[in-house]
């Protein structure tokens, strides 16, 4: 089993930026991806961003393209995403995720494990 806590969400003006984390905990053996994932108020799930365990090989929502970068410590069993430029429209709980297969796509159902969410608010 792998648990994900989420960490570093907060309050931000539009146009700042902030910086996401994600440790996992326990066996990450049979961890191949990390990904981020946001639901704003009202909307489903989406997909922000994926990386390859051991690889580091990633992809991006054309959403967030030029904007977030997701990066991770292999040493430290963490995912990080960094945040720039951010709008108002970024509002919204942002999840970690891990998939036991090697997945740079938007499926949800890919990903086994999530962690609980941090929220993350943009003001204009």
């Known amino acids: 089993q792998v648990q994900l806590v989420e960490s570093g969400g907060g309050l931000v003006q539009a146009g700042g930026s902030l910086r996401l984390s994600c440790a996992a905990s326990r066996n990450t053996f049979n961890t191949y991806t990390l990904g981020w994932f946001r639901q704003a108020p009202g909307k489903e799930r989406e997909f922000l961003a994926a990386?390859?365990?051991?690889?580091?090989?990633?992809t991006y929502a054309d959403s967030v393209k030029g904007r977030f970068t997701i990066s991770r410590d292999n040493a430290k069993n963490t995912v990080n995403l960094q945040m720039n430029s951010l709008r108002p429209e970024d509002t919204a709980v942002y999840y970690c995720?891990?998939?036991?297969?090697?997945?740079?796509?938007?499926?949800?159902?890919?990903?086994?494990?999530w962690g609980q969410g941090t929220q993350v608010t943009v003001s204009s």
């Open positions: 990386i390859t365990w051991s690889g580091g090989v990633t």
């Open positions: 995720a891990a998939s036991s297969r090697i997945y740079l796509g938007n499926r949800q159902d890919a990903y086994d494990y």
